[in-house]
């Protein structure tokens, strides 16, 4: 089957959630990917998998053939820039018409977080090879504060740095039927999309929301990002990535992500997800 569409990053949490909403809605795609043994969940006769690395180029020859669209949805790393721009690059060669690329609130040359420099810096790039693109700039994910679980749990509180700052989370299922939406109809070329839930909340009205939930008094508790950070080391995670995710703390905690915008509703003409609805929906995560 020829494909128009070529998909990255369709074996991670949000592209493969994009990847469902595609295929529910009978939309054939070819995807790229290091390693095609882990996109065995994606298998189906409208997908069309590719093996190749985004850091070798001549790996990436015949992986164009009949694309029209590029979604560039990579995981968050630091050679992200230079692997994004490497498909950006031969994109251009290969005579791709549209470039949708998954960025994040707050991307920016000038940002004051790495990975939304990151973001900016692929941004500007698209945009200097003058093909019609679409930015997509998600808020914080709803589906992060699963990581409370396990202390909300064991001691009825959970800990993150965020201070007194409110954010418009949006959940990731509206995400990913948004994106769905972007890549499958017209209209979208040039456009910067921030997409936002319809509230912006303090994390004491999180745990307010998860004591009524779960029928006990929550618990949140704002720790010192050294301590988050120190946490997160002792847990396994990378420094680079504790580094960044320090920023990303300050940046919530700053309050620079409460906007909120209907840029959702109108892609996808509904209404976005509460937080609400999305505790109902996972109250078993937290039992």
């Known amino acids: 089957m020829t494909q128009s569409l070529l998909m990255t990053g369709a074996t991670g949490n949000l592209g493969s959630m ?3 909403q595609l295929l529910a809605h009978n939309h054939g795609f070819r995807l790229l990917t290091r390693d095609p043994e882990k996109a065995t969940s994606i298998q189906s006769h409208l997908v069309d998998i590719v093996q190749g690395d985004m850091g070798n180029v001549d790996s990436l020859g015949g992986v164009f053939s009949g694309i029209q669209t590029l979604f560039l949805c990579t995981p968050s790393q630091p050679q992200q820039v230079e692997l994004e721009c490497n498909l950006v690059d031969m994109a251009q060669k290969c005579g791709v018409r549209h470039i949708v690329k998954m960025s994040s609130f707050g991307a920016d040359t000038s940002s004051s977080m790495t990975m939304g420099q990151w973001h900016g810096k692929i941004e500007q790039h698209i945009l200097r090879k003058r093909i019609p693109f679409t930015f997509l700039r998600p808020n914080f994910l709803m589906q992060n504060t699963l990581m409370f679980a396990q202390s909300i749990k064991a001691a009825d509180t959970f800990f993150i740095p965020l201070k007194t700052g409110r954010v418009s989370m949006v959940d990731l299922i509206d995400v990913s039927f948004a994106c769905m939406r972007v890549l499958t109809t017209p209209g979208h070329e040039n456009k910067i999309y921030h997409f936002t ?17 779960l029928g006990k008094d929550v618990q949140y508790a704002s720790i010192a990002s050294d301590v988050a950070a120190d946490a997160m080391m002792e847990a396994g995670v990378p420094h680079w990535l504790c580094e960044n995710l320090k920023e990303l703390y300050s940046y919530l905690a700053e309050g620079k ?3 909120i915008t209907s840029h959702l509703s109108e892609v996808t ?19």
Do not use: C, I, W
């Open 257 to 259: 992500s409460q906007a």
């Open 269 to 287: 003409n509904m209404t976005p997800r509460t937080y609400d609805d999305f505790l109902k929906d996972h109250r078993q995560f937290f039992l």
């Open 197 to 213: 839930g319809p509230e912006a909340l303090s994390y004491t009205e999180v745990a307010q929301k998860l004591s009524l939930l």
């Open 18 to 20: 994009v990847a469902r």
